[in-house]
Nanobody
Framework: QVQPVESGGGSVESGGSLRLTCAASEYSYSKSCMGWYRQVPGKSREGVASIYNDGNTTYRDSVKGRFTISKDNAKNTLYLQMNTLKPEDTAMYYC????????????????????WGQGTQVTVSS
């Protein structure tokens, strides 16, 4: 399975913006959902945002109103626009394809079950 390729990370000050890009394989893109995930050293990887085949999206509470997930079907490319960045957003960010599951409260979420790429580092300074 071809690994996705993430890019667009960098170092910004608090309040800044970044746009992450994920080039995914056609196989990954055909799955029921795709998502962005992040991980800091010593902690588990956590979901950030999900997008489904019908175009609907869901976000973790801490990024709602600041991050926007989108995709370009023609290019098999996934994006994450991150605005008003905070130091707690500092992490390695990954994208992956997955399966739709229901989490607390019946909210949908994309549980990753595809290959992981190398990730792209986002560092936000205060």
């Amino acid at each position: 399975q071809v690994q996705p390729v993430e890019s667009g990370g960098g170092s910004v000050e608090s309040g800044g913006s970044l746009r992450l890009t994920c080039a995914a394989s056609e196989y990954s893109y055909s799955k029921s959902c795709m998502g962005w995930y992040r991980q800091v050293p010593g902690k588990s990887r956590e979901g950030v945002a999900s997008i489904y085949n019908d175009g609907n999206t869901t976000y973790r509470d801490s990024v709602k109103g600041r991050f926007t997930i989108s995709k370009d079907n023609a290019k098999n490319t996934l994006y994450l626009q991150m605005n008003t960045l905070k130091p707690e957003d500092t992490a390695m960010y990954y994208c992956a394809a997955g399966t739709v599951v229901r989490v607390a409260g019946g909210r949908p979420w994309c549980a990753p079950n595809g290959s992981w790429g190398q990730g792209t580092q986002v560092t936000v300074s205060s």
